[in-house]
C-alpha cells in the first residue's frame, strides 16, 4: 500500500482521487476529526454535504463550548473550526456522499461530483430534525413551517409562533424567537420540560413566552401560509384550532445514516455502533458525533468523538503501513 502524504497538486481533480482520510461530514465532529488527522500529516478531505457546519451552523448561540466565556455564534464557531482544520492542510469540499463501497479496499465513495477513493473514512453525518408527520407540514414547510429558528425567525416579527417541543433545542429556540414574535407559545405533549434547568428558568421567565402541556399538535392548517394549528390534549382527548403564524418544530433528530444499510452495523434506533475508540465494525472506517451518538448529543462531545476517531484512523493507517512494509520485506528475502 502506497502512501501519499500532502496536498494535491493545483489543478488536479479531487474526485478519483486517493486520499488517507476522507471525514463526511463537516458539523463539530468531522471538522474537528480533519484537524486531528491534517496535523497528523494525513492527507484529508472533508465532504460537507450539502451544507457546511451541520446542526450548530443553524443555532443562534452557543453558551457552553468551552473557551468561549461569552457564548459564540453557531455559523461562527463552524467557521473557525473549518479555518483551524484547514490551515493545518484539510482540504473541505462541497458535495454529498450518496453512496458507500466499504466491501473493497480503498473505501470507495460515490457523490454528486463523482468517486472519492480513501484508505480510512471518519462518518460524522451527524442526524436531521425530527417530523411531526401531521397533515399541512409538508406542504406548508418554508411557509410558515420551519426546524431552524435562526434561518427564519427575522421572517415572524411582530407574529405569533408555535414551537412545538420540551428539550434544550426547544427552550434555545423559544428564546431565540422572541428576538422577533410578539408571542411564542410552547406546546409539549408531557406536563414538564425536558430541557436543562436554566433554560426552563429563562423560559418561564420571559414574559413572551406561554406553555401549552399534555397537548400534541395533530394538523397544521393553512392554504398559501400557516394560519392555525390543531391541538389536542393527551390526557382529554379535547381539541381545538388555534389561530397562529409559524409553527416551529423540535422534537428531536434522526441519524443520517440511510446510505451506510448494508455497508456498516446500525443499531435498532438507526444509530451507527461503535466501540469505545470510535471504529465501527468494518476496519479502517470510524464515525463520530451525533451520527453515532443517542445520549449525549453536545457539540463538546461530538468534538472529542471526532478528535478520537482521528487519533484511531492515523494509529490505523500506521498499522496497514507497517505491515505492508513487512509483507514486502518478505517478499524480497524470497525473491
Known amino acids: 500500500m502506497e502512501f501519499s502524504l500532502g496536498m494535491p497538486a493545483a489543478g488536479e481533480p479531487t474526485t478519483d482521487k486517493l486520499f488517507d482520510v476522507i471525514v463526511i461530514g463537516s458539523g463539530p465532529a468531522g471538522l474537528?476529526?480533519?484537524?486531528?488527522?491534517?496535523?497528523?500529516?494525513?492527507?484529508?478531505?472533508?465532504?460537507?454535504?450539502?451544507?457546511i457546519g451541520g446542526q450548530v451552523a443553524l443555532t443562534?448561540?452557543?453558551?457552553?463550548?468551552?473557551g468561549f466565556p461569552e457564548g459564540v455564534q453557531g455559523p461562527e464557531l463552524v467557521q473557525r473550526m473549518q479555518e483551524q482544520a484547514e490551515r493545518?492542510?484539510?482540504?473541505?469540499?462541497?458535495?454529498?456522499?450518496?453512496?458507500?463501497?466499504?466491501?473493497?479496499?480503498?473505501?470507495?465513495?460515490?457523490?454528486?461530483?463523482?468517486?472519492?477513493?480513501a484508505r480510512a473514512v471518519i462518518i460524522a453525518t451527524g442526524a436531521s430534525p425530527r417530523k411531526?408527520?401531521?397533515?399541512?407540514?409538508?406542504?406548508?414547510?418554508?411557509?410558515?413551517?420551519?426546524?431552524?429558528a435562526t434561518c427564519d425567525g427575522w421572517f415572524f416579527q411582530d407574529k405569533e409562533v408555535v414551537v412545538v417541543g420540551g428539550g434544550d433545542s426547544a427552550m434555545e429556540e423559544s428564546l431565540f424567537l422572541t428576538k422577533f414574535a410578539r408571542q411564542v407559545t410552547v406546546v409539549h405533549r408531557r406536563d414538564q420540560l425536558r430541557a436543562s434547568k436554566i433554560l426552563q428558568k429563562r423560559a418561564f421567565a420571559n414574559p413572551k413566552i406561554d406553555f401549552i402541556w399534555d397537548t400534541v399538535v395533530t394538523e397544521i392548517l393553512g392554504e398559501e401560509k400557516v394560519e392555525a394549528v390543531r391541538l389536542k390534549n393527551v390526557k382529554t382527548g379535547e381539541e381545538r384550532v388555534m389561530p397562529i403564524d409559524g409553527v416551529f418544530i423540535f422534537i428531536g433528530h434522526i441519524p443520517n445514516t440511510g446510505i451506510f444499510q448494508g455497508q456498516l452495523e446500525i443499531d435498532e434506533r438507526g444509530y451507527l455502533v461503535v466501540d469505545r475508540r470510535m471504529h465501527t465494525n468494518v476496519p479502517g472506517v470510524f464515525a463520530a458525533g451525533e451520527v453515532a451518538d443517542p445520549i449525549f448529543r453536545q457539540v463538546v462531545t461530538s468534538a472529542?468523538?471526532?478528535?478520537?476517531?482521528?487519533?484511531?484512523?492515523?494509529?490505523?493507517?500506521?498499522?496497514?503501513k507497517a505491515e505492508q512494509e513487512e509483507r514486502e520485506q518478505e517478499r524480497a528475502v524470497t525473491a
Open 32 to 51: 474537528t476529526a480533519a484537524l486531528y488527522a491534517a496535523r497528523a500529516h494525513l492527507d484529508v478531505l472533508v465532504l460537507t454535504g450539502s451544507e
Open 60 to 66: 443562534s448561540e452557543v453558551e457552553n463550548y468551552p
Open 132 to 148: 411531526l408527520q401531521v397533515p399541512g407540514e409538508a406542504e406548508l414547510t418554508g411557509r410558515g413551517v420551519s426546524y431552524c
Open 304 to 320: 472529542g468523538m471526532g478528535a478520537a476517531a482521528a487519533m484511531e484512523a492515523e494509529k490505523w493507517l500506521a498499522e496497514q
Open 88 to 117: 493545518f492542510g484539510a482540504r473541505v469540499e462541497l458535495d454529498t456522499i450518496t453512496a458507500v463501497d466499504f466491501q473493497q479496499h480503498p473505501f470507495v465513495l460515490t457523490g454528486y461530483n463523482g468517486n472519492y477513493l
